[in-house]
């Protein structure tokens, strides 16, 4: 699960903690979630040929029309929804911030906690004493054997929202590979205050700029907790060394990939043979598991190079080490200056954000991650009807049926892998709208004037809901993000799809609208997750979510050709400067934007065959289809932002989402008659599923 959950939250930038400023008077809550169609024609630059470059036709006067918000690193379809979900959000917190006899729990709970998020002056006022009492434990720690004990603590207390939560290594529940009815514990590589391990092993000169910058960074935030300048910039030093340690032995993202690569199941004993100068059973006693039978050690080469830094390392480097990651982790919920200096580097430096976006956005995301289900009880309830659900269902449902017919057609595949497949298929859960059942924060106790106490307890709750999950049937029926969410996913190992309230609002889906463009866009956000269960990671795992070779050598040789035709295609596109993408990186994403989107096409087809279809705003049913489709991707990007996506993100950049995948669709070409010498025509078309 923690795999999947790390997976997912690259993919939520916007709804990454920000710091704060005071809002304009044009910034206020909403009462009702504004509308957009699902094609919007006043989006469009029709005076570029579709032809020659479709995502700029689709979307050019969109890009014109929503230049990038100085608080925000990019700006998009889906972020300007989840833009618009949150200050619908904030409507619903600032009411359930007033003390009412008729408030419900749910409404009580997020509503004090807002409140306490919102009270800046009693925040600024503390400084940093919320984690005076973690800085002193630090501080009397009397030898590098006390590390179990300090990280076991630390990990309870801080939220998992931001990066470096995990000090040191990351630890949690996940479900066994090979058994995916089974939950166990897992460790994995962590430590790290840079978006990635490439960050400190890349030496052209931007990467070494960044690496002077976060060191400046470190070494201002330990100035605020009261260190001389010099004595801060050589902690800083002494902060990157151990971190590049870590780094150097981690696995790539790419390596990542191949969950093959993660499957180490070992007992304590054994774990303890690679870490014998950490005590992993008083660890895992903190944490509330006094027997560990079993558990998954991610990456047996990262846990050596931990037990080298063990014995090398002073108990003074570590105690440096582990201060930074206290205040790195808790800068967010500390005072102004902390949070201020949080922002100049995680978002002005790395992603080029020019201004701090408000408080209440803050606080609303807090909440939206902290108590996510008592917020989405109010939105769903709000502003997700059950024909919206509904309709979603049946798309789906027609999309898995294209799905079928599509595996049953395919000439490069056996009969005895396509019966797998179409096993696997059929098996898989479509999650649609929110879960059946709300998790319940009665026992978080939170409190109106307690900010930091209000982050703490619910990072312990969540800490110890994580882990006493262990030993434990799965819980097939769990959601791993909020209903309010602008995003969708696949689960390889619970084999579903998920599809929140919260991306299921106008524009990309309108109820409003015909089926044409819901097709090209929802249909094809259905497809790509549907897709995602059948690329280069998800084809691994069988129908019951085991990491299982269900292939003949053969299938197997075939799809790797196939798959690497689109890596081909998509390594020649150009991120940024001389940054090409890197394919074998995004390319489970572009091949279930292929295959999503030609499902969806099939899909609506199938839908609307009997149907008297008309052309509407001069465009034929086919072409706003294909519209539909590349305007969820409308984008504006800053250069610093598509850097750092260029490093981590497994998805391509916007532009080549629409013209890579149209290129490929003689469907497309037929709709917009391109001729074969235009650009969206490519001579070589790949083609997986």
Not at 102 to 129: H, P, V, W
Not at 256 to 272: G, I, Q, S, W, Y
Not at 433 to 462: C, I, T
Not at 486 to 503: R, T
Request: proline letters at 5%; one cysteine or more.
């Amino acid at each position: 699960m923690k795999r999947f959950i790390a997976t997912i939250l690259v993919l939520l930038s916007a709804f990454a903690l920000v710091a704060q400023k005071a809002p304009s008077k044009a910034d206020k809550p909403l009462t009702q979630l504004p509308y957009t169609p699902s094609l919007d024609v006043k989006a469009m630059d029709r005076s570029v040929e579709p032809c020659a470059d479709f995502y700029q036709y689709s979307c050019g006067n969109w890009m014109v029309m929503n230049p990038i918000p100085p608080d925000q690193a990019s700006w998009s379809v889906y972020g300007k929804v989840g833009d618009d979900n949150a200050h619908y959000l904030w409507g619903i917190l600032e009411e359930a911030a007033k003390p009412s006899a008729g408030r419900t729990k749910a409404q009580a709970e997020i509503g004090d906690y807002f409140a306490s998020c919102m009270n800046e002056d009693a925040i600024d006022k503390l400084g940093a004493a919320p984690i005076e009492p973690l800085l002193k434990k630090i501080d009397a720690m009397k030898s590098s054997g006390e590390l179990a004990m300090m990280l076991a603590e630390a990990k309870r207390d801080s939220s998992p929202y931001y990066f470096g939560t995990n000090w040191l290594f990351r630890s949690g529940s996940t479900q066994d590979l090979a058994d995916a009815s089974k939950v166990i514990a897992e460790i994995d590589s962590g430590g790290l205050g840079l978006p990635d391990r490439d960050y400190y092993t890349k030496t052209d000169e931007k990467s070494k700029a960044i690496r002077e910058k976060y060191a400046n960074h470190v070494a201002a935030m330990f100035e605020l907790l009261g260190e001389e300048k010099a004595a801060a910039a050589e902690d800083a030093k002494t902060v990157l060394t151990i971190e590049t340690a870590l780094a150097e032995t981690s696995l790539t993202r790419v390596e990542k990939r191949d969950p093959h690569n993660l499957d180490h199941k070992m007992t304590l004993a054994e774990l303890a043979k690679i870490t014998p100068s950490f005590d992993w059973p008083h660890y895992f006693s903190i944490l509330g598991l006094p027997k560990v039978g079993s558990l998954n050690v991610a990456q047996p080469k990262f846990f050596a190079a931990v037990e080298t830094e063990i014995k090398n390392v002073p108990l003074a480097e570590w105690k440096t080490y582990l201060r930074w990651h206290a205040v790195h982790a808790h800068a967010q919920y500390l005072s102004s200056k902390f949070v201020a200096e949080d922002f100049n580097f995680y978002r002005k430096t790395l992603r080029g954000v020019m201004e701090m976006p408000p408080r209440w956005k803050t606080c609303v995301r807090l909440v939206d991650h902290d108590l996510a289900d008592a917020l989405g009880q109010e939105f769903v309830r709000r502003t997700f009807t059950a024909q919206t659900r509904q309709k979603t269902i049946e798309m789906t449902v027609q999309i898995e049926k294209a799905m079928a017919q599509e595996i049953a057609s395919l000439d490069w595949m056996t009969d005895a892998t396509k019966k797998h497949a179409l096993e696997k298929l059929h098996a898989i859960a479509n999650k649609v709208g929110y879960p059946e059942k709300w998790r319940d924060y009665s026992s978080v106790h939170l409190k109106p004037q307690d900010f930091y106490g209000n982050v703490a307890r619910s990072a312990a709750w969540a800490s110890d809901r994580d882990f006493e999950k262990i030993g434990k049937p799965v819980n097939r029926e769990e959601w791993f993000l909020s209903a309010p969410t602008v995003n969708a996913w696949y689960n390889a190992q619970l084999n579903d799809i998920n599809f929140p309230a919260g991306v299921l609002q106008p524009p990309l889906y309108d109820p409003k609208m015909d089926d044409a463009p819901n097709y090209g866009n929802t249909g094809s956000t259905i497809g790509h997750e549907l897709t995602h269960a059948f690329d280069d990671e998800g084809r691994q795992f069988d129908a019951a979510g085991n990491l299982k070779d269900w292939w003949t050598s053969d299938d197997v040789k075939a799809f790797e050709e196939r798959i690497q035709c689109i890596r081909d295609q998509y390594a020649q596109y150009t991120i940024i400067d001389d940054i090409k993408i890197n394919s074998k990186l995004t390319s489970g994403e572009d091949v279930a934007d292929l295959g999503g989107t030609l499902l969806a096409y099939v899909a609506w087809k199938e839908e609307t065959e009997s149907g008297d279809l008309k052309p509407v705003d001069g465009l034929t049913p086919d072409q706003r289809f294909f519209i539909g489709f590349a305007q969820w991707a409308c984008t504006n990007e800053r250069p610093e932002n598509a850097r750092m996506n260029a490093v981590t993100n497994s998805h391509s950049p916007a532009k080549y989402r629409i013209n890579g995948i149209v290129s490929n669709l003689p469907q497309f070409q037929k709709a917009f008659q391109c001729a074969d010498d235009k650009a969206m025509v490519r001579k070589k078309i790949c083609k997986v599923w």
